[in-house]
Each structure stands twice: as C-alpha cells, then as structure tokens.
C-alpha cells in the first residue's frame, strides 16, 4: 500500500470525487480495497468515487475511474468534468483538452469554473415499459415522474437496479420531472448504491428520453436541475442517433491533503 496519497477533492453540480496525479505510478491501480476506504465518508476521505490522472501517448491524460466500492467503473460524467478542471490546475492543459477514459476520447473546454465536455455519441435505445434505457457511457434507466420532490428514491431506484433484470450488471436509475423551462433529476447510482448529487450521464440520458418523448429534432439544449446544482446538455438529434453530446456545468476545486 502507499505510504502517502496526495489527493484533492473536486465537486461538480455535488458529485465528489478524489482526484490523484498518479503519473509517476506511485498509486497502485489494482489495489480496490484502498480506494474503497478513501471513498468512506466515515474512516476515508469521503467521495463518490475516485479518479486517477496518468499520462497517456497523444492525449493530455488518461482518466481511470473508481466507484466508491473500490471497483472500476464505467464512465462518469461529472467525474470527467473534474479531472479537466484538476488538469488545468496542474497545469498540464489550459482552456482545451483531449483526454482517454474507459469509453474512449473525449474533448473538453474550460471556462472559470464551467466545463463543457463531449460524450459519446448514442445511435439506439430501448425501452422497459414506459421506461427509456440508454448507454451513455455508463447504463442508464429513465422514467418520467410526477412530485419527484417527495419521491423514495433511494428505495426505488434500489428496486430497479437490484430486479431480475438488471441486478446482475445494475443499472443506474433516474427519475425526471419537467420543471419551469427545464427537467429536475434524481438519479441512484449503481457502485455508490445510494442517490447521489448529481450524474453527468445520467443527465445526459434524462436529457435523450426527453428529446425521445416529445420527438424533437435538429440542435437541443435542454436544462437539467439535479440535487447539487444546474447541468445543461445539449446535442444533435436525427431520430434515434444523438451526436455532438456535450455536458456542461460546474467542476470545483475543495480541498486537498495527503491522506
């Protein structure tokens, strides 16, 4: 185990994760148990998850992702936004960047403490009863509610991720409610096991069911408010294939420390 980890801590829209340059290799990528207790709000750090910068040939970086359960995981939106914002203040990039991370090259632009960052394009969808099933780089289960305020969320999206159908893989949940001239969402996060804050590609799928429901076309930007703040994304749709994604909020720096 390492003697010592450098970390700091990043936000975006109330997503938290640790963040650590592990381009000299001093953290060991294999070792789950040490991120799983860095994660721990009660005896680590605290976080949703757990992000590693490392160099990579023809790239800025290379994003290696963790959930707080130690494991790697699939990519997370919001988490993407932060390690752009912890690249800059590292100083290896400025206002624009081209990273690697798990589901392939994304490209990223920085204004203040706004990241807008490009997702993976979606060619299809499914659906599960009313529900909209979309990979957005991670799986994500999307289902239109009424009063989501007062919403169990924790006990249903925990229902849905552990059901016969999902519960070998999981599923992230989200529920979306229209809202003044946008969406609120609640999201459970599979890895975490609990609602989080925020999740960019949950936002990001919420933000596809919606064009899929009203079939709109051409050039969206839809407004999603979500527990920890305001993301917005925007794309372009031609019936079922979404391009140009980008996912646009804040990535703030908290704290940092050695742990």
Do not use: W
């Amino acid at each position: 185990m390492a003697s010592k980890v450098r970390f700091s801590k990043y936000q975006g829209a109330g997503n938290d994760f640790i963040l650590v340059d592990n381009r000299n290799k001093a953290f060991d990528r294999a070792d789950e148990a040490l991120v799983e207790k860095l994660c721990n709000r009660r005896f680590g750090i605290g976080a949703d998850g757990l992000m590693l910068l490392q160099t990579k040939e023809n790239y800025d970086f290379e994003m290696i992702y963790y959930n707080a359960d130690g494991r790697e995981g699939s990519m997370c939106g919001n988490g993407g936004r932060c390690i752009v914002a912890f690249a800059r203040d590292l100083g290896i990039i400025t206002d624009k960047t081209v990273f690697l991370a798990v589901d392939g090259i994304h490209q990223a632009s920085l204004s203040a403490d706004l990241v807008n960052l490009q997702m993976i394009d979606v060619t299809d969808f499914t659906r599960d009863g009313e529900a909209y099933l979309l990979q957005t780089g991670s799986p994500h289960y999307v289902e239109f509610v009424k009063n989501l305020q007062d919403k169990n969320v924790f006990q249903d999206g925990y229902a849905i991720r552990n059901n016969a159908t999902y519960g070998k893989e999981g599923i992230n949940v989200n529920f979306i409610e229209a809202e003044g001239d946008g969406y609120f969402l609640r999201t459970f996060e599979r890895g975490v096991e609990d609602e989080t804050y925020a999740c960019g590609t949950g936002a990001t799928a919420a933000a596809m069911a919606v064009a899929l429901q009203q079939n709109l076309e051409g050039d969206i930007n839809i407004p999603i408010r979500v527990l920890g703040g305001q993301l917005y994304i925007s794309f372009h749709k031609k019936g079922s294939h979404f391009s140009e994604v980008f996912l646009k909020g804040p990535a703030q720096f908290v704290f940092e420390g050695n742990y």
